[in-house]
T-cell receptor, first 113, second 112 residues
Framework: GDSVTQMEGPVTLSEEAFLTINCTYTATGYPSLFWYVQYPGEGLQLLLK?????DKGSNKGFEATYRKETTSFHLEKGSVQVSDSAVYFC????????????FGGGTRLMVKP | DTAVSQTPKYLVTQMGNDKSIKCEQN?????MYWYKQDSKKFLKIMFSYNNKELIINETVPNRFSPKSPDKAHLNLHINSLELGDSAVYFC???????????FGEGSRLTVL
């Protein structure tokens, strides 16, 4: 079946540092790929997505590129802020009606001032 | 207006009890889900409900039963609660055009 693997956290960075959170996937066909973010005490919310190979999703300074050849969707941000501290989830979904989203294990990011 | 709302937000109960968590979405989506998040933040799909069709995850004990009175609601009933049921349960609905999931804020269940 489909699966998503993320780097284990926590990732601890100083403010303004460069962020990379690795994500690789195993899936048949051409799934859509997502990054969700969960701030403390809240539900998950969509951060960005890409629906086909070579697409780049971006939002709030975060970016991720859908790499079919390496089955990866790494999350990057050039300069993190304390407010970016959260748990980040990589996920994939097959483009079938009603199909479930498959999540990675989540990566906790802690940004120190 | 909250798009996906869950109640209660916190639930503390004794082993062996039966409890329910309610979920409502006002987005007009046809597909809803229940996820379980453990203490390590790992998210596990429990159920998917799409236009009256329930898709059950085979690893979920039959003590868990979803109920959908209409398209906007997907409730979760749990019988004979066990310590291992302690977790945060998230309801979500899916926007079919984009595949995006919209999550509720979660219901933290603690079984003593």
């Amino acid at each position: 079946g489909d699966s998503v693997t993320q780097m284990e956290g926590p990732v601890t960075l100083s403010e303004e540092a460069f962020l990379t959170i690795n994500c690789t996937y195993t899936a048949t066909g051409y799934p859509s790929l997502f990054w969700y973010v969960q701030y403390p005490g809240e539900g998950l919310q969509l951060l960005l997505k890409a629906t086909k190979a070579d697409d780049k999703g971006s939002n709030k300074g975060f970016e991720a590129t859908y790499r079919k050849e390496t089955t990866s969707f790494h999350l990057e941000k050039g300069s993190v802020q304390v407010s970016d501290s959260a748990v980040y989830f990589c996920a994939l979904a097959q483009n079938n009606a009603g199909n479930m989203l498959t999540f990675g294990g989540g990566t906790r990011l802690m940004v120190k001032p | 207006d909250t798009a996906v709302s869950q109640t209660p937000k916190y639930l503390v109960t004794q082993m062996g009890n039966d409890k329910s968590i309610k979920c409502e979405q006002n987005l007009g989506h046809d597909t809803m889900y229940w996820y379980k998040q453990d203490s390590k933040k790992f998210l596990k799909i429990m159920f998917s409900y799409n236009n009256k069709e329930l898709i059950i995850n085979e690893t979920v004990p039959n003590r868990f039963s979803p109920k959908s009175p209409d398209k906007a609601h997907l409730n979760l009933h749990i019988n004979s609660l066990e310590l291992g049921d302690s977790a945060v349960y998230f309801c979500a609905s899916k926007q079919m055009a984009t595949g995006e999931l919209f999550f509720g804020e979660g219901s933290r269940l603690t079984v003593l």
